[in-house]
């Protein structure tokens, strides 16, 4: 148990994980039914260069409109109802692990906070954010951090709700996950490495291949376990003892 709940601290304290290279341009998709809303965001985010802007209603196709746009970071509506709204997210994450999602709440609060962790949204931040803030937590989930880590750690209520569920999720079994498919010989090593605490940069140097090859990988292996992030296919992958973990 204990060497569990040192790995998904290990993976919570990782914020920055995936992506070390600069973004030129962030192509971010605004979801929300309210247009005055979204016009805001633009006018707020209009003076920051690297962003390019775009919108979509949250029951237009909203899958199909991040695919179409090649989205890197989508700001999402949690209130369209909620459940809506944490289903999307988990949708993107399930679909376009590469696009990142921040979820934006009109009632910033830990329940919130511990539903939107388990959609793989990489941020949960305020509707009332300062611009700045906003246009800094966007450009750190474009290079592969989750600000939604720090937010986690700040609030020790939900870190035990966290653990707690990925103890159950890894030991006890409680929540029965349908595997696609299984793990290839190269998947299973690449997870392995990841759930001893190396970003894909680490695992691209001692595999000799790819940053942009691992995160192909990750992306099969998201998929084919059914997994809405990194963490929680570790998880999976710890339950079902795919993978071993250095004790240290």
């Known amino acids: 148990m204990e060497l569990v709940l040192n790995v998904i601290k290990r993976l919570i304290r990782e914020s920055k994980d995936i992506g070390e290279v600069a973004v030129s341009e962030v192509i971010i998709a ?21 962003f390019k802007l775009v919108d979509c209603d949250p029951d237009d196709e909203p899958l199909k409109f991040i695919e179409a746009h090649s ?3 989508v700001l999402l509506d949690i209130d369209f109802p ?8 988990r949708e ?23 539903e939107t962790i388990k959609t793989g949204a990489a941020a949960y931040i305020d509707k009332r954010t300062s611009t700045t803030e906003l246009a800094s937590t966007i450009r750190k989930v474009s290079r592969g951090q989750y600000p939604i880590n720090d937010s986690i750690i700040a609030r020790p209520t939900v870190a035990d709700r966290v653990l707690k569920q990925f103890q159950e999720m890894a030991l006890v079994g409680l929540v029965k996950e349908k595997v696609a498919a299984p793990l290839t010989t190269r998947e299973i090593q ?36 059914n997994a809405n992030d990194r963490a929680h296919a570790v998880a999976l992958a710890i339950r079902n003892q795919w993978v071993s973990v250095d004790a240290t």
């Not at 605004?30 to 690297?50: C, H, M, N, P, Y």
């Not at 909620?82 to 997210?89: M, N, P, T």
């Open 30 to 50: 605004i979801i929300d039914r309210s247009e005055f809303f979204k016009a805001g965001v633009r006018q707020r985010l209009s003076t920051q260069q690297d």
């Open 71 to 73: 989205v890197d970071v």
């Open 82 to 89: 909620i459940s809506k709204g944490l289903e999307l997210s």
């Open 92 to 114: 993107i994450s399930r679909h376009y692990p590469n696009t990142r999602v921040i979820m934006l709440s009109s009632y910033f609060n830990d329940e919130e906070l511990f």
């Open 190 to 225: 690449i997870l392995s490495y990841i759930a001893n605490g190396n970003t894909n940069k680490q695992v691209a140097y001692v595999l000799g291949i790819s940053e942009q090859t691992i995160k192909n990988h990750i992306t099969a292996i998201l998929r084919k376990l």
